[in-house]
T-cell receptor, first 114, second 113 residues
Framework: QQQVKQSPQSLIVQKGGISIINCAYE??????FPWYQQFPGKGPALLIA?????SEKKEGRFTISFNKSAKQFSLHIMDSQPGDSATYFC?????????????FGKGTKLSVKP | KAGVTQTPRYLIKTRGQQVTLSCSPI?????VSWYQQTPGQGLQFLFE???????NKGNFPGRFSGRQFSNSRSEMNVSTLELGDSALYLC????????????FGSGTQLSVL
């Protein structure tokens, strides 16, 4: 059972364009939604995160939009740069329980063309 | 502060063997989690330790085990290796007690032949 569904699987964007990655979750007990960025040969690195009491969070060129009623959240990368080319993972965290901490989406491979 | 350190970086084993992977968390972090990353399944949670106790466990067979030492360093062990165990094994440490913010190491790339 895939608890966090991420799309698209891959994305090609021109330099200066907007990259948009979407995620949907099922479990309303999730209460923390981070995005991770992973470059080849490296582990994922926390990029930006949001809690469900906020509808939007912006950090530099990166923005998370959160729709609690639709159980969806998305990452927007403004003015995309070739250096943003990486794989992006959304995730959801549920306190307690035995399912594990952070549940990840399957990732989106972003390529930004110069 | 030094980041999460995983050793070895690469490992090649044959079916049936066992393997031990090591992880040193960021200084002061008491929570350590392990994830398996494969192209097909993405990042899958293995287990999490906090103060030497396994706090959560994912849906992996008993061949996968781990432990955490008093200095927060952690090891994971895979016994009777199978071809399907070939993957990048990532360790992450977390500040605080919830374990929600993960800081990942670069991983150990395990190849099972």
């Amino acid at each position: 059972q895939q608890q966090v569904k991420q799309s698209p699987q891959s994305l090609i964007v021109q330099k200066g364009g907007i990259s948009i990655i979407n995620c949907a979750y099922e479990n309303t007990a999730f209460d923390y939604f981070p995005w991770y960025q992973q470059f080849p040969g490296k582990g994922p690195a926390l990029l930006i995160a949001i809690r469900p009491d906020v509808s939007e969070k912006k950090e530099g060129r990166f923005t998370i939009s959160f729709n609690k009623s639709a159980k969806q959240f998305s990452l927007h990368i403004m003015d995309s740069q070739p250096g943003d080319s990486a794989t992006y993972f959304c995730a959801a965290f549920k306190k307690g329980g035995s399912q594990g901490n952070l549940i990840f989406g399957k990732g989106t491979k972003l390529s930004v063309k110069p | 502060k030094a980041g999460v350190t995983q050793t070895p970086r690469y490992l090649i084993k044959t079916r049936g063997q066992q393997v031990t992977l090591s992880c040193s968390p960021i200084s002061g972090h008491r929570s350590v989690s392990w994830y398996q990353q494969t192209p097909g399944q993405g990042l899958q949670f293995l287990f999490e330790y906090f103060s030497e106790t396994q706090r959560n466990k994912g849906n992996f067979p008993g061949r996968f085990s781990g432990r955490q030492f008093s200095n927060s360093r952690s090891e994971m062990n895979v016994s009777t290796l199978e071809l399907g165990d070939s993957a990048l094994y990532l360790c992450a440490s977390s500040p605080g007690t919830l374990g929600e913010k993960l800081f990942f190491g670069s991983g150990t790339q395990l190849s099972v032949l």
